[in-house]
Structure formats: structure tokens, C-alpha cells
């Protein structure tokens, strides 16, 4: 398929003191799925590419669009207003204030070329929270950040200005399990006080329109329980009946079909689509973050994929963080953000109704 005719990835450099810059050089000098172009520091990206040892030219772009005709094997790099000068000059592997405010003008950059449309998704590389906090955003991570920019924006259908925000959800996602969450980056104690029939029924809709998304025609979602055996009963807890069942029952109402509630510590089991072992879910709505996360996690954070829902871009990003402990050393792999811009590009070909050919 000609170039021109890919999809457009805006790939966000991430923490620039973390492995964000490595992964991404690595992933360049590699086979790319679709013209990718960097936002981020061409200074940055030229410190990761001496990092990882590799021989691949870092090109200044005057605009985004121009990543199309760069030469294959090389870094496209676009500087979006507002970045900090000096990135390369940071420590590696620590929390700077100047690597959080370049993570966000990065990502507010990034997420505004999808919503013109002049990119077809966002695959975003790792940022430290921690950073971020230096940087003074109110955001702990990329989810809640894209939903309050998108929501800035008025793009969202049906959300006016002054209105709450959007409702999104963070799924994750390999090649053998789907995960989407309730409740994400809070305490376990705050996550259970959060938990709401209308959260979990919105949380399952979302998880269907995720599995259209991915080209099935009537996803099956399963519903995890909160406690031990989904309460048992009652013996355990009455979250399940009491908040997860009304929201399963509504979500079948509308024509989803959502069963549950399951046993957390076996639902997972029954939704992996493994050789020889054909998932019964398709997706599973899990309660709180490491309910949802362990299981996927476990199957290997190379394959994992974190994809954003509820949000009118396509967003995907690495299932890891900064890797602080190596970050400079040129080690780090790329196979997840291979991954997250892959299905990128797979979840784009869908909403197109096409499918995608050729490499980069």
C-alpha cells in the first residue's frame, strides 16, 4: 500500500530521563507498521540513538506530516510548541521537573493532531508520575490527562462546555486476554468507595464498543466480582449483588452481552484465548487496577498493549513504565510499543472498514 495512504502514528517521547527515547529508536530501526512521527526533543532522541548504539539519522521535522517521506530506518522528529529546552542534558533514570512539563507538552501536542486529524492515533511512550507532579499537572497519568484535554477541546459527542468530563476507561490488552478497568490509579480503599452500578454499566458498554472496535460483531464480556468467589453469596461481601449484578442486567437490557459476576481468581483463566484453548470471553471488566492488571501482566508486559476507551481518538501506549534502573543503558526492548502501535494501526483499519497493507 502506498505511504501516503497509512495511517499517520503520533508517538509521544515520554519522560525523556526514562526509556522512552530508547524504545522508540529502537523502534524505528525496525519495521514499522505505518509512518510514524516522534514528538519530542530531537536532542533527546539523538542521546537515546547514541544509547542503544545504533546507526539511524534523527530528522528535524518543520511539520508533522513530513514523517511520511522520511527516509525508512530513520527518527523523525517533531518539536511541539512549548517544549523545554536542555533535555538531553538531564540525568538519566531520575525525576526532573523539565522532563515532566516536556512529557506534557508532548502529549497536549500529540493528542491535538488526532483530534484535527492530521494524525490517525496516538501511541504514547512511558512518563513518571512523579514528574509529572514536579511539573505541577493534577494528572497521574496519561488516561485522566487525554480525557480532561479531549474534553478542553469539545470534541467529545454529546459533552458542552462546563460539563463533566467524558467517561474513559483504560483497557489492556495482548494477543490472549482483554482487560478493561472500573477504577484505576487509586488507593484499594478509594477504588471499593468509588465502585457505583452506573460506573461498572458504563465500564461494560465501553468494554463492547471496545470489542467492536476490534472487529467482533457481538463481544462477550465477562464481569469479574470484587471478593473472594464474587462474594459467595453474600458470605463475602455484597458488592455483587448490590452494585455488579444491576449493572450487568442493565448492560444486557441494551442488548450486550455481559455475564457474571465471576470469581476474580478464575475468570481470567476462562477469557485467555491460548493454542488449544479458545477463550469463552472476549473481554473481561475487572473491579479495580491490579485485579485487572496482574493477569495480564503475568503473560508477559512485552506483549501488553494499554489502550485508552471512551475517547474519540485511537491511543495506545507500552503496558510499562520508565524503567528508571536501566534507562541511558541502551538495553531496554521495544516489543510492547511495537505492540501498542500495531494495534494502533489495527484498531484505525477498523474504524475505516479496511485493512491495513505494507510496512514501513
Not at 1 to 20: E, F, K, Q, S, Y
Not at 170 to 191: F, G, W, Y
Not at 223 to 240: I, Q, R
Not at 253 to 282: K, L, W
Amino acid at each position: 500500500m502506498n505511504r501516503t495512504t497509512l495511517p499517520l502514528l503520533a508517538v509521544t517521547m515520554g519522560d525523556a530521563c526514562g526509556i522512552g527515547p530508547e524504545i522508540i529508536a529502537r523502534a524505528c530501526g525496525a519495521l514499522l507498521p505505518a509512518p510514524c512521527v516522534v514528538v519530542g526533543s530531537v536532542d533527546a532522541m539523538r542521546r537515546a540513538v547514541r544509547a542503544c548504539a545504533l546507526d539511524l539519522p534523527v530528522l528535524r521535522l518543520d511539520a508533522p506530516e513530513a514523517a511520511r517521506a522520511a527516509p525508512r530506518h530513520s527518527v523523525p522528529v517533531w518539536e511541539p510548541p512549548g517544549l523545554p529546552t536542555g533535555l538531553a542534558a538531564l540525568p538519566m533514570g531520575s525525576v526532573q521537573a523539565d522532563a515532566g512539563r516536556a512529557a506534557i507538552a508532548c502529549i497536549e501536542a500529540a493528542a491535538d493532531l488526532a483530534l484535527q486529524r492530521r494524525a490517525s492515533a496516538v501511541v504514547t511512550a512511558p512518563v513518571h508520575k512523579q514528574a509529572l507532579a514536579a511539573a505541577g499537572s493534577p494528572f497521574p497519568g496519561h488516561t485522566e490527562m487525554l480525557q480532561a484535554l479531549v474534553h478542553r477541546a469539545g470534541q467529545m459527542p454529546g459533552v458542552r462546555a462546563n460539563s463533566a468530563l467524558p467517561e474513559v476507561r483504560m483497557m489492556l490488552a495482548n494477543d490472549e486476554l482483554r482487560v478493561v478497568l472500573v477504577t484505576i490509579h487509586v488507593s484499594l480503599k478509594r477504588a471499593i468507595e468509588m465502585l457505583s452500578t452506573d460506573g461498572i454499566a458504563t465500564t461494560i458498554r465501553l468494554a463492547h464498543e471496545a470489542g467492536r472496535r476490534f472487529g467482533l460483531a457481538a463481544p462477550r464480556v465477562a464481569v469479574a466480582g470484587l471478593n473472594p468467589h464474587a462474594g459467595e453469596g453474600g458470605l463475602f461481601g455484597d458488592e455483587e449483588s448490590r452494585l455488579i449484578e444491576p449493572a450487568i442486567a442493565r448492560a444486557r437490557a441494551q442488548g450486550i452481552d455481559a455475564r457474571g459476576p465471576f470469581a476474580p481468581d478464575t475468570v481470567f483463566m476462562r477469557a485467555r484465548h491460548a493454542s488449544g484453548h479458545p477463550g469463552e470471553f472476549d473481554l473481561v471488566v475487572a473491579m479495580t487496577h491490579d485485579h485487572g492488571l496482574i493477569p495480564v501482566k503475568y503473560l508477559g508486559v512485552e506483549r501488553g498493549v494499554n489502550v485508552t476507551l471512551g475517547l474519540p481518538i485511537v491511543r495506545t501506549s507500552p503496558d510499562h513504565g520508565t524503567a528508571f534502573d536501566i534507562a541511558g543503558r541502551g538495553v531496554a526492548d521495544p516489543a510492547s510499543l511495537q505492540a501498542a502501535l500495531s494495534m494502533a494501526c489495527e484498531l484505525v483499519a477498523h474504524e475505516l472498514g479496511r485493512g491495513l497493507g505494507g510496512g514501513r
